[in-house]
């Protein structure tokens, strides 16, 4: 009998089992996975989890019989050590091996550590698994001042939780505004005065130099001289795809593990999908790694397909979100290359959109508290239709209308 292993125990890894059960393999299923939990969601961790509206419970995708009716053997709390690509196995942290017929990386990513001296203390934190969320979740309980390093969607999106909680909140930022990487100045600027119209406290252009405390913090230390007062810190620093074991053994990787639209990494019978993937999209012209529950979802249908020799070729408009406070951010496309943005709505009101075009062409869309154009959006740039500014300024404009 078949067996297929897979390395990593998150969105991913799920997706493609239950897309394979759903193409109709009936072989064997090795999971392997680092913690000692089911496959769990991790957007909520840094959302409703945090502030107790989502419960535990609901951040696992699938019950215990889901595996065993599935013939899926879980090898959870271990860790894949190495990979022999040529006598086809998986060396484990608990001394045992694994025999594939073919393997899959679905390794994800995790937190960039910084080094700084007070490293060590008692409530510093990073936010990515569900241990690290039950942490911080406990300690907000009893923090009166927390410092969160990093002005993207995890720092923001635990600032708004932590705000509603009463706790004095200060965001510590390398860049001069808020998720610099990844919207416009105009989205930042909304943002920011969200944030500070619900009691966070920015400090821009500034780095984190040291935690000063006994056990746990006292003071932040930031690189410009400031002095912050905490007895919490939250880092979010960013994350680098998990590579190593398959660099080690010989697949390509290349900020990421590199795949083709398929799936496939250089190696026979051996795919990668999920955050840990560098691959082509031909409808972005380019080759990218993406961080997202779509990407991950979607990529590891297609390495599904291509386990059960019935390929299906990725092709993906990326898409994303963040929910801070009452707002829903909303964002399809990359709009780095852009060379106009148009107004759809007014930030007055709490609901708008940015429309990014490069030489007419729709590339990207944001939108804050507009759910239901979003959706048509998402057609529109996987569609590239060219766009009159002025008509997507006019509210009354119907953009179904857009749609071939």
């Not at 190593?244 to 290349?254: D, L, M, P, R, V």
């Amino acid at each position: 009998m078949e067996n297929v292993v897979i390395i990593g125990a998150g969105q991913s890894a799920i997706q493609c089992i239950t897309s394979l059960k759903k193409e109709g393999y009936d072989g064997s299923i090795t999971l392997i996975g680092e913690e000692n939990h089911l496959p769990y969601q991790r957007p909520p961790l840094s959302k409703a989890f945090l502030d107790n509206t989502f419960e535990k419970e609901r951040l696992y995708f699938k019950k215990i019989n889901f595996f065993v009716e599935n013939k899926v053997l879980l090898k959870l709390g271990t860790k894949a050590i190495k990979v022999d690509i040529d006598k086809k196995k998986v060396d484990l942290s608990d001394g045992t091996s694994i025999s594939f017929d073919k393997l899959v990386f679905a390794t994800g990513s995790r937190v960039r550590k910084l080094d700084f001296p007070g490293k060590e203390l008692n409530s510093v934190h990073y936010l990515r698994g569900l241990d690290d969320a039950e942490k911080i979740k406990s300690n907000l309980e009893f923090s009166n001042n927390v410092v969160i390093v990093g002005a993207g969607y995890i720092g923001l999106e635990v600032a708004a939780i932590a705000t509603e909680k009463g706790i004095a909140v200060t965001v510590v930022e390398m860049a001069d505004r808020v998720m610099n990487r990844t919207v416009d100045p105009q989205i930042s600027d909304y943002y920011q005065k969200l944030h500070e119209n619900n009691g966070v406290s920015f400090k821009f252009n500034a780095s984190l130099e040291e935690i000063r405390g006994d056990d746990k913090p006292d003071l932040v230390l930031c690189s410009d001289g400031t002095e912050i007062k905490a007895d919490t810190v939250i880092i979010g620093a960013g994350i680098v795809p998990n590579v190593e074991i398959a660099e080690e053994s010989g697949i390509t990787c290349n900020n990421g593990i590199c795949v083709d639209e398929f799936g496939r990494t250089n190696v026979e019978d051996i795919f990668a999908c999920g955050d840990c993937t560098n691959h082509p999209n031909k409808l972005l012209n380019k080759s990218l790694r993406l961080e997202s529950v779509h990407n991950a979802m979607e990529q590891s249908k297609t390495v599904a397909a291509s386990l059960s020799n019935n390929p299906n070729e990725y092709n993906q408009i990326p898409w994303f979100w963040s929910d801070q406070y009452d707002h829903k951010l909303q964002i399809v496309g990359l709009s780095g290359e852009h060379d106009r943005v148009t107004m759809r709505g007014k930030m007055e009101d709490s609901q708008f959109m940015l429309f990014y075009t490069l030489n007419s062409e729709l590339i990207a869309v944001d939108s804050v508290n507009n759910s239901k154009e979003f959706l048509i959006c998402r057609k529109l740039v996987a569609n590239k239709v060219r766009i009159e500014p002025e008509m997507i300024a006019d509210p009354s404009f119907n953009l179904n209308d857009l749609i071939a």
